[in-house]
């Protein structure tokens, strides 16, 4: 008898498990003219928060951050040619002490996405549409998304910009997109 319940909830609970439909479109910034394009082979990858290595996003917010920060300087230092290079770093908000944190942050980023990208079990690549769908359960997940066609000069992103977000699955279908700038 207690075999028989036992069984009984165990299988209310697979059949009854919420799944949600979670959708988007990945792009990425073409140029000024042109905008936004489709980013055809981007990848996204979602683990659940619980399964994850070690993730901290206040240190991909700080390394989005500075990184931005960093492509302003770049920006304006091939626009502004005989500029001082400190007056470019001031207005660009990019110290050096930031350059070398950024180092830092860079490749504590990469190691993170590196050591949960091979344990992600959900991954989808964008298609010519630029569109992904993943059927995931509900709850709480870590999202990856990697562009590529659009890079930055830092180690983490030599092969792809990255793109981490922490999002609740709790509806049967949930629209998640990326825009990937400069």
């Known amino acids: 008898m ?36 489709i980013d055809v082979g981007a990848e996204v990858r979602i683990i659940e928060v619980h399964e994850a290595k070690v993730v901290i996003r206040t240190l991909w917010q700080r390394y989005d951050k500075l990184a931005s920060n960093m492509m302003n300087y770049l920006s304006l230092k091939e626009k502004a040619g005989g500029l001082d290079d400190d007056a470019i770093r001031r207005l660009a908000n990019f110290t050096k002490e930031n350059e070398i944190e950024l180092k830092e942050l860079s490749s504590k980023c ?43 000069p830092s180690i983490a992103e030599l092969a792809g910009r990255l793109i981490l977000e922490r999002v609740t699955i709790d509806k049967p279908t949930q629209v998640l997109s990326f825009d990937f700038d400069y």
């Open 2 to 37: 207690v075999l028989l319940i036992t069984l009984i909830v165990i299988t209310s609970g697979t059949i009854y498990a919420q799944k949600c439909n979670l959708q988007g479109v990945v792009r990425y910034k073409y140029n000024e003219h042109l905008g936004y394009k």
């Open 110 to 152: 990469l190691k993170q996405y590196v050591d949960n990208e091979s344990i992600a079990p959900y991954m989808s690549l964008i298609d010519s549409s630029g569109k992904y769908s993943i059927e995931l359960p509900y709850g709480s997940y870590f999202v990856f998304v990697k562009s590529a066609n659009r890079t930055r």
